[in-house]
């Protein structure tokens, strides 16, 4: 998943599968550096919300790149699906803009 060098990770503690798991999932999910914090924890690996804010300033640019690059292109087709739902008794209109292969690209809530 991380595509530097090993030499690039010389003096880390952790293996490259840990750094570029936790930068992965910081950029993919958009989530909090505690969050990843939490999810290597759940994964039985101890490592603190500043070591990943180092590995992310460290890496972030190259494993962003890579999600960048390897998410898969919309088509060139798309729709517009349109639904009413109820949100706590009140009418609310969800707005989707799917591409040809199915994929969501879009998604706006609206309470009118």
């Known amino acids: 998943m991380l ?3 090993s030499s690039a990770l010389k003096g880390h503690r952790f293996p490259r599968s840990v750094i570029g798991y936790a930068v992965w999932a910081y950029h993919r999910f958009a989530l909090s550096l505690r969050d990843v914090e939490d999810l290597l924890a ?5 490592v603190s919300h500043e070591t990943i804010r180092v590995w992310v300033a460290k890496f972030g640019t190259q494993i ?3 999600i960048r690059r390897d998410h898969p292109q919309s088509g060139d087709k798309w729709h517009l699906d349109e ?3 109820p949100i706590r ?4 209109w969800l707005w989707r803009a799917v ?14």
């Open 99 to 112: 591409d040809g292969n199915g994929d969501t690209l879009e998604i706006l809530v609206q309470s009118r």
């Open 89 to 92: 008794g009140k009418k609310h």
């Open 64 to 66: 962003a790149a890579m």
């Open 42 to 46: 759940e994964r039985g690996i101890s």
């Open 83 to 85: 639904v009413e739902i």
């Open 3 to 5: 595509s530097v060098p």
